[in-house]
């Protein structure tokens, strides 16, 4: 079996279109943000402070050794980037969802495109993460068939390394059936929140009750289970009118309203404003 590799990029291609893109961004090499990767998943690595990037519209800065990881969902324009380390890999090379799904799409750090996780790296957790970098970046010039087997090794580690930066950070309940829950909860909210718009109608594909949902959200001090909803339909509805030219209707239709104004209601609500006020000042 022939796998691609180049030197230049540090991006593995295989035969059954895997892919994966390890380099480090300086400033004004912002280029990658504008590659579409079908199914990719990217994290990014801060090596200097007041990194400022615009996701989904909102500004964000991040600071030396934060991590954040995006879905291809998340529409990302940098303003302002310093040294970076940059990892993008697809579902072909590291199919998440069938593997480990605490450290996949399905896990804690890529659930759904409506959360934006960030970690920060501690002096003593940071030694583990550069050596893995560094580890990583080798085998990337490694040319034999062991390659690939090789990346998504290293792969999965660095994603267990974050993934329990985040559990201790974000404190997550112990209760491994109730992050399941969660986990899955978000899942399906990604999967539906087009045509689904009720805690009971996720309820029901969970085999749990509202009440049951409501009640593990509320005991990790998080946001409602109907909050989860709104925001996504919400995140959608921004993305359509900033960054699409699709008429409010059209946009209302493709997150499940057939009426307009009960649209713009629920917009307004959330926004503070119309959907054709916030279009304006775009």
């Known amino acids: 079996?022939?796998?691609g590799f180049s030197d230049i990029t540090?991006?593995?291609?295989?035969?059954?279109?895997e892919y994966l893109q390890l380099k480090t961004?300086?400033?004004?090499?912002?280029?990658?943000?504008?590659?579409?990767?079908?199914?990719?998943?990217t994290i990014l690595w801060f090596q200097s402070d007041a990194n400022e990037l615009v996701i989904d519209g909102k500004i964000y800065t991040f600071n030396k050794n934060q991590i954040v990881f995006l879905t291809e969902f998340h529409q990302v324009t940098v303003n302002h980037l310093e040294s970076t380390r940059f990892l993008r890999f697809n579902r072909h090379f590291y199919c998440v969802i069938d593997h480990?799904?605490?450290v996949g799409c399905k896990g804690l750090l890529f659930f759904g495109a409506s959360q934006l996780p960030v970690i920060t790296i501690s002096e003593k957790d940071l030694l583990q993460f550069e050596t893995l970098w560094t580890m990583f970046s080798i085998?990337?010039?490694?040319?034999?068939?062991?390659?690939?087997?090789?990346?998504?090794m290293m792969l999965?580690?660095?994603?267990?390394?974050?993934?329990?930066?985040?559990?201790?950070?974000?404190?997550?309940?112990?209760?491994?059936i109730e992050i399941d829950i969660i986990r899955d909860f978000n899942f399906l909210v990604e999967q539906h929140f087009k045509t689904k718009h009720s805690v009971a109608e996720y309820a029901e594909l969970l085999n749990k009750s509202p009440k049951t949902l409501s009640n593990i959200f509320s005991k990790i001090g998080s946001k409602t289970p109907l909050q989860y909803i709104h925001e996504r339909k919400m995140l959608e509805a921004r993305r359509r009118l900033r960054y699409s030219d699709m008429q409010i209707q059209e946009i209302a239709y493709e997150i499940g309203y057939?009426?307009?104004q009960a649209f713009s209601r629920f917009f307004k609500k959330q926004e503070g404003v119309s959907p054709s006020v916030f279009k304006e000042n775009m």
């Open 1 to 3: 079996m022939n796998y």
């Open 10 to 17: 540090m991006k593995f291609i295989g035969n059954t279109n």
């Open 25 to 41: 961004l300086e400033q004004c090499d912002c280029s990658v943000f504008r590659e579409i990767i079908e199914g990719s998943l």
């Open 100 to 102: 480990d799904t605490e």
């Open 139 to 152: 085998e990337m010039q490694s040319k034999d068939s062991l390659q690939i087997d090789m990346l998504q």
């Open 156 to 176: 999965k580690r660095y994603l267990i390394l974050c993934t329990r930066l985040f559990k201790a950070q974000d404190q997550y309940p112990e209760e491994k």
């Open 258 to 260: 057939d009426d307009i």
